[in-house]
């Protein structure tokens, strides 16, 4: 058995192992898809995508049999894979649609249906290109390698890119991977498309390639605002384009403006945090309230908690996308303290201040990075790295402070105590000594002196 440096070069490989037997029988093998196109782009991707022209489900399957263990991911769509290889095999085949989900369609696999009527079900013609598996040849029957070139997003067919909703939130995400321009004609058909009828997790899935993938991930939703199409899933963002801000404070305009500036700056400390999409909906998330709170004092511009008042609009937004509650608690809990990492190293305030700060953080470095974002995504001259340093230096203190013994409920009952309805409180008054830094044995004896006060009034 041949030995290869990388999965990579064992599926390449295969691939081509694949394309040579299906050769010998007179079919024909080509790379599809976003494979093509990022090759052609000097982008990696792992993922093989072969499409097999020319033969029937038997002589396929019977190739694919003599390689390893054939895996039928859709059989009746014609795709397969290989155990423990990273290729999706399929044949051409037609799709038509039946009814108005993303799933909604009717298969037809058909062996010889030809390059050109296979590439026509692709969504946008940098996605419709084939290369030769064999040969390399480029057969580019939408003319997707003029579009690569110009970094424009166009789609192949209006009739069949109509069909499937889920194209205009790719069409999004693709826009901002990869800093593409939409064809004006695109955007005009996105318009038209209905986006309510798709899953949330559809939705969610080209939402996090966008927050996760792209350099600036701003144009996801510029794009979808172009399109018109923000208010069906992204309502509560659209909501903040036109709210006004302080200039004193935001000469960049208006809510929207500086959010999609905050998102594009959280880029640099993504891959920093515990959770990277939890992060990057923070940022989006964190200044919702100001659409309902914003108003006009005295002449000044004032948006008064609204990173509280905002909660019941970023818990209504993350259900709608998510049913996971992990997720939702974090960027609840990112938008409701964002404010604070700024305010207490402006004013550098005690130790004990950004201890209980970062106490109430579901993720304390997340909320330092998500305060920095806030502070840089927009046009100032304001320092956010200061602001980092002295609050790292500040998370430090509380990270030990968590590392010392501390007064637990054993403690408590080994000392005298029963266990009561009032021991949790017990527990938070000993915690609150934990965070101000009183050694162990110091607030166990406050706690207990606490304890026995509190029970007399009782």
Known sequence: MAEYNSEYERDIATSRLIAQRASELGGRAYYVGGFVRDRLMGIPNKDVDVEVHGLTPKQLESILDSIGER????????????????????????????????????VLVDPFLGTKKAAMRRDFTVNAMMQDVLSGEIVDE?????????????????????????????GAQFASRFEFDVA???????????????????????????????????????????????????????????????????????????????????????????????????????????????????????SYNHETKGLPLVEAFMKRLTSEKGLIDYV?????????????????????????????????????????????????????????????ERLDIYREYMSRPYVMGRDLINAGLSPNERFSAYLEYAHKLRLAGIEKENALKQTLAYARKEDKRK
């Open 71 to 106: 895996i039928s991911v859709g059989e009746s769509f014609g795709i397969y894979n290989i155990k423990g290889y990273s290729i999706d095999i399929a044949m051409p085949r037609k799709e038509t649609m039946r009814g108005r989900g993303h799933r909604d369609f009717d």
């Open 332 to 392: 609840l809990n990112l938008s409701e303290h964002h404010m604070k990492p700024n305010v207490v190293a402006f004013d550098k305030s005690s130790v004990k201040s950004t201890n209980k700060m970062f106490d109430k953080a579901i993720d304390p470095e997340a909320l330092i990075y998500i305060s920095a974002a806030d502070g840089s995504g927009k046009i100032s001259s304001w320092n956010h790295v200061s602001n980092v340093e002295f609050l790292k």
């Open 142 to 170: 939408f003319d997707g390698r003029s579009d690569l070139e110009k970094r424009i997003l166009r789609h192949v067919n209006d009739d069949t890119f109509a069909e499937d909703p889920l194209r205009v939130l790719r």
């Open 184 to 302: 004006p004609e695109t955007v005009e058909i996105c318009k038209k498309m209905d986006l309510s009828y798709l899953a949330k997790e559809r939705v969610t899935a080209e939402l996090e390639k966008a927050l996760l993938k792209a350099e600036k991930p701003s144009i996801f939703f510029e794009v979808l605002r172009e399109m018109e199409q923000l208010s069906v899933w992204f309502k509560e963002a659209e909501d903040l384009i036109n709210v006004p801000q302080d200039p004193l404070f935001h000469l960049e305009g208006d809510v929207w403006t500086h959010t999609m500036m905050v998102l594009d700056q959280a880029v640099q400390y993504r891959d920093l945090v515990k959770n990277p999409f939890g992060f990057m909906l923070s940022a989006l998330t964190h200044d919702f309230g100001k659409a309902i709170c914003t108003e006009v004092i005295n002449g000044v511009i004032h």
